[in-house]
């Protein structure tokens, strides 16, 4: 190699020493700690030690310095490993690494954003790679920058399809600043990996899905850092054979039974003391090489519509239509406003956003675990705000990728279109009809449910402003326009769209449904005269339990909930959450009761009892209820 200057043996031995007292330093933490992998710290050793002092350009004192090379350990059990390793670059002091696994440290058993040093959390195996090319496609296409995106990954995870998800789009997008270290240790949590040692095979797998693929040593610091210095044209892998437990011989070393498993105390010190020996002297301080500052700098704060919605009144659209109208308005104000989508841009109307920003429009194929993974990285760094859609259904595969990103405390935004039996023709394999149980376990998000395009634009704006995990929920048909468009929201406010001084019933709804319940609501007071009040919450977490409460007491405590989603985990279970302290209520709820099929919508509202119909029904039994028990 031309441009490959070898390092001389100095530096050789100086990458060696920072090796092995990352071993004496993870078995010391894990032991501390009675917690935690130190055999699979152990197989990492050299890898770490090459890339953090010889190969990864940063700066030490600003671990998320927005130029510099950025680092997944994607591999979470070997925390202790990179901890050991921030102990090196004097970011971390050697005594905070026996803090490891208490309750009042921020360095837990697997990485977590608290720590500076950390992007995002990791911990659940397969997912680190696909946030990898998330940071990889902001620098190589967004921040137009020479950071290069650092992927550790062990043999184990790569059964998990999502790593090569995150394979195919990487190479799909020629992710030349991306590379893969694969530790290739053998041995898994209770039986060695599949593939084991054969790490042709990795390579071949490598090659086949587009990347340039590199077998190595991966206990030599020589063939490591030549490996690492290689120039690129497509994303790289580096294939590192290595061995579990390295620096234990003889009883943990390439051996099963250790995984998850620390070293007794005296044992512990016996191979530290073994370990300290092998250090040899040398007068070379090594020094990370400092990033090139070209990335731009980036204001995620006050992103706001440029102006108000244009909707008038009585006109007609869909939610998913509107969000998509939204994000591209939305995209004219802040050129770090991103879109992905699944292959379903023509669906969920993000394809508005790619006709106008095609730049910023990342299609990530059906592959959702991977654009939600993708969505993470690129919100890292608070580089971009992220919106990525799909049908509601579709997210529910994606559900361990937005946990994590919940522990992340990621700001990303989502958009599910075709929630519920609106969907229609298509089925229930189509409809997301768990959707809201599912973002509303999720501790950091938020869910908006607007009913209308003036309420979809404003939850566009507010959710890119919002921490956290957002979730906008949107339907297949068309909606009348409701609100004025110098209507205001917020987060958290619900709105009370139709009242008088004698309604008897409150009737919380949202989206299709509050339109239902409207029409129920006017066909009610034409009909026999009873008046209900119709509440829109807008968002369903958080509840704006203070206005539901208020006018449920106006209403004698009565109160009705109607929602397309099936019972469990929706609306109705937020509202009762809400109300279960409170006394004097008598509250009944209308949702889909089982897994329905197909049909037009109109018809699969009606035969699941949550139309027009229905909800005059319910209100009527409300009444009647009453009247006799008095």
Not at 452 to 468: F, I, N, P, Q
Request: aromatic fraction near 8%.
């Amino acid at each position: 190699m031309e441009d490959y200057h070898k390092p001389d043996q100095q530096t050789v031995q100086a990458l060696r020493n920072i090796a092995n007292r990352l071993r004496i330093n993870s078995i010391k933490a894990t032991t501390a700690a009675g917690s935690g992998h130190p055999t699979s710290c152990c197989s990492v050793a050299e890898i770490m030690s090459v890339l953090y002092f010889h190969t990864m350009k940063y700066r030490p004192e600003d671990p998320r310095n927005f130029n510099s090379d950025r680092f997944i350990l994607s591999k979470g059990h070997a925390a202790p490993a990179l901890y050991s390793m921030w102990v090196e670059t004097g970011f971390l002091k050697e005594n905070e690494l026996l803090s490891l696994c208490q309750v009042d440290s921020a360095l837990e058993g697997h990485p977590n954003p608290k720590q500076q040093i950390v992007d995002v959390a990791t911990g659940s195996l397969g997912q680190g790679l696909g946030v990898a090319c998330g940071m990889a496609y902001t620098g190589k296409y967004f921040d137009k920058s020479s950071y290069r995106v650092y992927c550790l990954l062990g043999d184990g995870e790569m059964s998990e399809g999502a790593v090569w998800e995150a394979m195919s789009f990487a190479s799909y997008y020629q992710l030349d600043n991306l590379v893969a270290i694969m530790d290739i240790n053998r041995l898994g949590q209770s039986d060695p990996a599949p593939l084991q040692h054969h790490v042709e095979k990795y390579q071949k797998r490598c090659e086949a899905f587009g990347w340039q693929a590199i077998i190595v040593d991966g206990h030599s610091v020589e063939e490591l850092c030549k490996a690492l210095s290689q120039p690129r044209h497509q994303p790289t892998a580096i294939i590192a054979k290595t061995i579990k437990g390295k620096g234990i011989p003889g009883t943990a070393e390439d051996k099963l039974g250790w995984h998850a498993k620390t070293l007794p105390k005296d044992m512990a010190e016996m191979v530290m003391k073994d370990l300290q020996s092998r250090i040899m002297n040398s007068s070379k301080h090594l020094y990370p090489p400092a990033p090139v500052e070209d990335s731009p700098p980036v204001s995620l704060r006050n992103i706001r519509m440029p102006s108000a919605p244009s909707y008038k009144t009585g006109e007609k659209i869909a939610t998913r239509k509107a969000y998509g109208m939204a994000l591209a308005k939305l995209g004219r104000y802040n050129e770090r406003v991103i879109a992905l989508d699944g292959d379903t841009n023509n669906l969920t109307y993000s394809e508005i956003f790619k006709n106008e920003h095609p730049n910023r429009f990342v299609e990530c194929y059906i592959a959702q675990q991977n654009m939600v993974s993708v969505a993470v990285g690129c919100a890292a760094r608070e580089r971009n705000v992220v919106f990525a859609s799909t049908l509601a259904s579709f997210f529910t595969r994606a559900y361990d990728q937005l946990r994590m990103a919940a522990i992340s405390d990621s700001n990303i935004n989502l958009c599910g279109s075709h929630c519920g039996l609106s969907t229609g023709e298509e089925g229930p394999s189509l409809m997301g009809l768990e959707d809201v149980a599912m973002f509303r376990a999720l501790p950091t998000a938020t869910i908006f449910y607007p009913c209308d395009g003036v309420s979809t634009e404003k939850a566009v704006e507010l959710a890119a402003s919002t921490k956290g995990v957002c979730y906008i929920r949107t339907s297949r048909q068309d909606c009348s326009i409701i609100y004025n468009s110098n209507e205001d929201f917020h987060v958290g406010q619900a709105k009370v769209v139709y009242q008088s001084k004698e309604d008897q019933v409150t009737i919380v709804a949202a989206g299709v449904t509050l339109h239902e319940a409207l029409a129920a609501a006017e066909h009610l007071k034409k009909g026999t005269v009873i008046s209900v009040r119709v509440i829109d919450p807008f968002t369903i977490k958080p509840l704006d339990v203070k206005t539901i409460i208020d006018h449920t007491r106006a209403t004698r405590g009565r109160i009705l909930t109607v929602e397309d989603h099936y019972y469990e985990g929706g609306l109705g279970e937020a509202v009762s959450s809400a109300m279960v302290n409170e006394s004097g209520f008598n509250l009944h709820r209308l949702a889909v009761s089982h897994v329905p099929r197909s049909g037009k919508p109109h018809e699969l509202l009606k035969i699941y009892g949550i139309d027009r119909d229905s909800i005059t029904q319910a209100v009527r039994k409300m009444l009647s209820s009453s009247t006799n028990a008095k």
